[in-house]
């Protein structure tokens, strides 16, 4: 390879709906070195709130639209969806249909996380290097169905790139016998600054009583349907306080119902995917997330940044950034669990106090150059 010239690199992902996989690829995209690197990010479908987030020197290319460019006739919503659902398949059965539109050989290919192996390993490209990188919990039950695909595909990628250390501890634990590529950990960058300043931007109004803030996809797996159990108990057992959940997914139609199911709808509010989360966050006098599984959540980070008391379950790589009564509080997945901590956040401020207190250098704990040198350091070896 000449020095002069740049490794051409090419991202595969889904979409591009708000979440912690999408911010990490943002994060990637906007860091590499642009002399040394010609990216490509690959999407299967233009869609989701960060779409349009890519810097200007990223080329994007994308296999089918977007439900945003979708007709608001239903009619032809509902053609336009199995349209797509056709082109999808045949890209997933052909990757000539993806290769057609790229129209470029790239020195390395990266799957942003597992449900983008397919499309790297099957590339038509076989002289590119492929990279992978898992963030899940291989244990989690609804990962099971297509967990014994993952464990073919994990031997087939020239390097594996883990999102937190108990990710891989967990798959080596699980499946001991597994071949897994080199490999590295590699946690997910902060844009520090940038947050902060994002933070500020607006002020949200509350109700004047202690507010939990959590920001997550709804789905079953971020357990809010358990969290609206305690906050409905709380209530009932005299512990006013207000919970804000930020996000959208399919678990919304269930979680509303639940609400009015259990009397709570103005003290749970369900306020939608946003782009700009943080000064709920940041306004906010404690941050929750009480998640069945997660990989190395972001928004674990970020919370801890704006300096927030956070509760959040024991799973995944939490347990690496938050030190149980010192800068936060870990649970397990009960109910019974999210109630007693919520309790103590509420009734016992010198705990609360603490927290704030070790919070306050929380930031040295986070070095982003140190990610982005990584990642250009396995990318640049590969091709070598």
């Not at 990010?41 to 994007?60: A, D, S, T, W, Y």
């Not at 937190?164 to 844009?191: G, H, M, R």
Request: a neutral charge; proline letters at 5%.
């Amino acid at each position: 390879m000449s020095h002069n010239k740049k490794v051409k690199v090419l991202f595969r992902h889904r979409s591009m709906e708000m979440g912690g996989v999408e911010k990490v690829i943002l994060s990637m995209l906007n860091h590499l070195n642009k002399d040394q690197f010609e990216i490509t990010i690959c999407l299967n479908m233009n869609q989701g709130e960060l779409r349009n987030e890519f810097p200007n020197h990223v080329r994007k290319v994308y296999l089918t639209k977007g439900k945003e460019d979708f007709s608001k006739n239903p009619i032809i919503h509902k053609a336009q969806l199995l349209s797509r659902r056709f082109k999808l398949r045949k890209a997933q059965i052909d990757s000539k249909v993806a290769d057609n539109l790229l129209n470029e050989n790239y020195d390395v290919e990266i799957a942003a996380t597992y449900s983008d192996f397919s499309p790297v390993l099957n590339s038509s490209n076989k002289k590119s290097k492929k990279i992978g990188w898992f963030h899940s919990d291989i244990t989690v039950p609804k990962l099971q169905p297509i967990v014994p695909r993952i464990l073919r595909q994990i031997p087939q990628f020239d390097y594996f790139i883990f999102g937190s250390q108990q990710t891989k501890d967990i798959l080596v634990e699980t499946y001991p016998d597994l071949k897994i590529p080199e490999n590295q950990v590699i946690l997910n960058a902060i844009p520090i600054e940038e947050l902060k300043q994002k933070a500020i931007e607006f002020t949200p109004e509350f109700p004047k009583k202690p507010v939990f803030a959590s920001v997550a996809r709804l789905h079953t797996r971020k357990g809010f349907h358990k969290l609206m159990e305690a906050h409905a108990q709380l209530l009932k057992d005299g512990f006013d306080h207000h919970i804000i959940i930020i996000g959208d997914g399919e678990e919304r139609a269930n979680l509303s119902k639940q609400a009015e199911n259990l009397g709570v709808t103005n003290s749970f509010q369900l306020l939608g995917s946003m782009i700009n989360p943080y000064p709920f966050v940041k306004n906010s006098d404690f941050f929750i997330l009480p998640s069945e599984s997660e990989g190395w959540p972001l928004i674990i980070a970020d919370a801890l940044i704006l300096q927030k008391p956070i509760i959040a379950t024991n799973v995944g790589g939490i347990p690496e950034m938050i030190t149980h009564k010192e800068n936060g509080y870990l649970i397990n997945y009960e109910v019974d669990d999210m109630y007693e901590s919520m309790k103590a956040f509420l009734t016992q401020p010198e705990l609360v106090s603490e927290i704030k207190i070790n919070l306050k250098d929380i930031e040295k704990q986070f070095d982003n150059q140190k990610i982005f040198d990584s990642v250009e350091a396995i990318i640049t070896d590969l091709v070598k």
